[in-house]
């Protein structure tokens, strides 16, 4: 949380990040304060962390020839968020005029906050426009460091938050918003709606901001979500929540006979299981919701009865540890907990996969998750087994004395079969690296030419080349219908992964497109620009894709899907806007002869088998390394003597 702080009349400026703004170290400030009589005396701070003047500084620098030229942002931002505690409030003001230039309307009353810099944010207005203007200073706000935010949700964990709830396509709500940081990554993945509550009032107004000035549907609430929940009775496909942690004073005593609280009454000390029930309570049934949570509340005896009871009532789906340094508090490796609201009258799965992701780095770890993750949430009885890594464990195993749901501790136990399992791993493992030679396309450098002649999708489309559907939307209606019931679906994150179809539709599809080998598909919502190319008719086209649909007398499916998955296309699709969605139809495609599309187009499909081939090669060496380790470990396997 953050609090609203008066911009002083005369900011300050720390040494280190004088060092920052010169872009030297910390030496060599230390080196001019001794060697320059000149040197502007600190005004403020303790003799250990000495405060400066910045314009003093910034006038210093600049006669000595050490001010290195700044961007017009980065120079506004250095004089907006000298008072870090008011850098949410001084954002939100520059955001408020920005959003006002934006829809064309009279800027609004000038906010004391921005002092003098008023003019310098219309400015930058004129500049860059105020969307993309507005974006700017949030990046250097959102950045860790002096002015910039350490405690905001990462986007990379937001990401996988909001790909474990599948939100594209659907409304989504953050009750402890923050700055908006999952809402962000809804936005992203292509919600419909972002709705989010926030306590502190400055955090609200700036993710509201975001949220308007990229025309993102919704709106951002002040207010406690526990004790005065600003959306009482509605309910969301999916809830997304990076919770505060351990606040004693979260409402035990006014909230005891809570109707939220249908797996029990939350004790004193377990706040984090009270916003689990919260979020529980505004999802349609099937909906999912992740919630970011201490590793201690998988664990504390007094969570022990919640817990079983969200386990029996099929409630909680899935925990995911996640290596330390995913977020703050940055030393302690947090989980991520995924619920879903069981629908009515539907029998209790019997499994709950838990992962142990706590090794290794966030974004090389996150595409595994998703994709045990998927497998698991289709078919909640498939082998999802990987040791050291996830296990879908029963329930009865886990409702035991402690109901302890810590992944690292309930995955399987190291038996004499390891030395089997290992031999199979490695003997896939080695395969699989043996054909890797093969699956690369042959290619040489091509002879200087002319670039060539290109035309647009949409031109494609106009001639009959290929035939342009979607992207559809979710529908408003809701029948209750459980989310793992229905025909296979075809999702963004299904296409980005590179895996079959992974969801069900439960009647909320706009439109039943059926897919056809041939076809390519195309989020419209994600970066990096992805094309695939369907091999099986097995689906349907899920929210937010595009699907071309090639005339196999004009193109050839294969070529059409590399050509567009280059980083040129992504550049050109993307909105000049600044918006977060891809418009394939300006794409480009090089104008060459069938013929040479189709031997263009199996370098690209074999290149599509390398890529494949990589992604499981990641997944079996990783599995290799903790097969071996834990097995040398226990003393279930020996090292062999006679191998060199």
């Not at 559907?469 to 209750?480: E, F, N, S, V």
């Not at 179809?501 to 599809?509: F, N, P, Q, W």
Request: aromatic share 4%.
């Amino acid at each position: 949380m953050w609090h609203t702080a008066e911009v002083q009349e005369n900011p300050t400026i720390t040494a280190a990040e004088i060092a920052r703004l010169a872009g030297v170290g910390r030496a060599a400030v230390s080196n001019w304060r001794k060697r320059h009589a000149d040197f502007p005396a600190p005004v403020g701070g303790t003799a250990t962390s000495a405060e400066f003047d910045l314009r003093q500084v910034e006038q210093w620098l600049h006669r000595q020839g050490k001010l290195p030229e700044l961007s017009t942002v980065d120079r506004l931002w250095h004089h907006l968020a000298r008072t870090p505690d008011a850098a949410p409030a001084v954002l939100a003001a520059a955001g408020a005029r920005l959003l006002a230039r934006h829809r064309g309307e009279s800027a609004p009353p000038t906010d004391a906050r921005l002092g003098e810099h008023v003019a310098s944010v219309d400015a930058l207005a004129d500049e860059l426009g105020p969307q993309v203007a507005f974006d700017e200073l949030w990046q250097r706000f959102a950045a860790p460091g002096p002015g910039g935010r350490t405690t905001v949700t990462p986007d990379g964990l937001a990401d996988l938050m909001v790909a474990l709830v599948d939100a594209g396509g659907g409304t989504v709500l953050d009750p402890a918003a923050g700055t908006g940081a999952t809402l962000r990554a809804a936005a992203r993945a292509g919600c419909t709606a972002a709705h989010g509550q926030e306590i502190d009032a400055d955090a609200a107004r700036l993710a509201g901001l975001w949220l308007a000035l990229h025309g993102v549907a919704g709106e951002v609430r002040t207010g406690d979500s526990l004790r005065a929940d600003a959306y009482v009775g509605r309910t969301v496909d999916a809830v997304v929540c990076h919770p505060p942690f351990g606040v004693s004073t979260w409402g035990h005593d006014e909230l005891g006979y809570d109707p939220r609280w249908e797996y029990g009454t939350p004790p004193r000390t377990e706040p984090e299981l009270a916003w689990v029930q919260h979020a529980l309570t505004h999802l349609r049934p099937g909906g999912y919701a992740v919630l970011l949570m201490p590793p201690a509340a998988a664990s504390r005896r007094a969570g022990r009865r919640i817990r079983a009871e969200l386990l029996r009532r099929g409630a909680l789906r899935a925990v995911v540890a996640l290596p330390a340094g995913a977020a703050a508090p940055h030393g302690v490796p947090l989980h991520l907990w995924v619920l879903r609201r069981p629908a009515p009258d539907a029998p209790a799965p019997a499994r709950t996969l838990l992962v142990d992701a706590g090794a290794g780095e966030l974004t090389e770890l996150a595409p595994r998750v998703l994709a045990v993750w998927r497998t698991f949430a289709v078919d909640p009885e498939a082998d999802v087994a990987q040791a050291g890594f996830a296990r879908a464990v029963p329930v009865i195993e886990l409702l035991d004395e402690e109901t302890d749901l810590t992944p690292a501790r309930r995955q399987a136990v190291v038996t004499a079969s390891t030395g089997e399992h290992l031999v199979r791993t490695r003997d896939r493992l080695a395969a699989l690296v043996r054909e890797l030679p093969a699956l690369i396309p042959p290619a040489e450098s091509a002879p200087a030419h002319e670039a060539g002649l290109t035309i647009s999708v949409a031109e494609l489309a106009r001639t009959g080349a290929l035939e342009i559907i979607g992207p559809i939307r979710a529908t408003a209606a809701d029948d209750g219908e459980p989310a793992g019931v229905g025909p296979l679906v075809l999702t963004v994150s299904d296409v980005l992964a590179g895996t079959d179809a992974s969801a069900r539709d439960a009647g909320r599809l706009g439109r039943e497109i059926a897919l056809a080998p041939g076809d390519v598909v195309v989020p419209m919502v994600a970066r990096p620009l992805t094309a695939r190319v369907v091999a099986r008719a097995r689906a349907l086209l899920g929210r937010d894709l595009y699907l071309l649909r090639p005339n196999p007398a004009a193109l050839d499916p294969w070529f059409l899907a590399g050509q567009l998955r280059t980083s040129a296309n992504e550049k050109q699709a993307s909105s000049l806007s600044g918006t977060l969605r891809l418009d394939i139809r300006r794409a480009q495609v090089r104008r060459v002869p069938l013929e040479e599309q189709r031997a263009q187009g199996e370098a690209f499909r074999r290149l599509d088998a390398f890529e494949s081939a990589v992604r499981q090669v990641a997944v079996l060496g990783e599995e290799l390394i903790q097969l071996t380790a834990d097995g040398l470990a226990r003393g279930s396997l020996l090292p062999d003597a006679n191998h060199p």
